[in-house]
């Protein structure tokens, strides 16, 4: 018998039929991919209602806002979101590759 590649072990993956699928959080000590890409997303959309925010108050001139502040929320809104749609992406191609190794 061959020994785990990379501390890959019996005690870190289900049996049976997974597939070598890693279990939740409560087995690995992580969090879940699914909780991570959750967070990420409600980052960006929370970043973004900050821009929002900052620009509105801009517009109306209820507080005082400077053309900097502006233009830095509204770029840091503008780079998450880039960010997070190029994440998709990769998780979009590493996907279909896996998908076609099987084929």
Request: proline share 4%.
């Given at each position: 018998?061959?020994a785990?590649?990379?501390g890959?072990?019996?005690g870190?993956?289900?049996?049976?039929d997974s597939?070598g699928?890693?279990?939740?959080p409560?087995?690995?000590?992580g969090?879940?991919?699914?909780?991570?890409?959750a967070d990420?997303?409600?980052d960006?959309?929370?970043?973004?209602?900050e821009?929002?925010?900052?620009i509105e108050?801009?517009v109306r001139g209820?507080?005082?806002?400077t053309?900097h502040?502006?233009m830095?929320a509204?770029?840091?809104a503008?780079?998450?979101?880039?960010?997070?749609?190029?994440?998709r992406?990769?998780?979009?191609?590493?996907?279909?590759s896996?998908?076609?190794m099987q084929?």
């Open positions: 018998m061959t785990p590649i990379g890959v072990g019996p870190r993956f289900q049996g049976g597939g699928i890693p279990l939740g409560e087995r690995t000590g969090r879940s991919f699914a909780e991570t890409m990420a997303l409600s960006v959309s929370q970043t973004q209602d821009a929002r925010s900052t108050a801009f209820d507080r005082e806002v053309i502040e502006l830095a509204s770029e840091e503008s780079l998450s979101l880039e960010l997070l749609v190029e994440m992406n990769k998780l979009t191609e590493a996907y279909r896996i998908m076609n084929t």
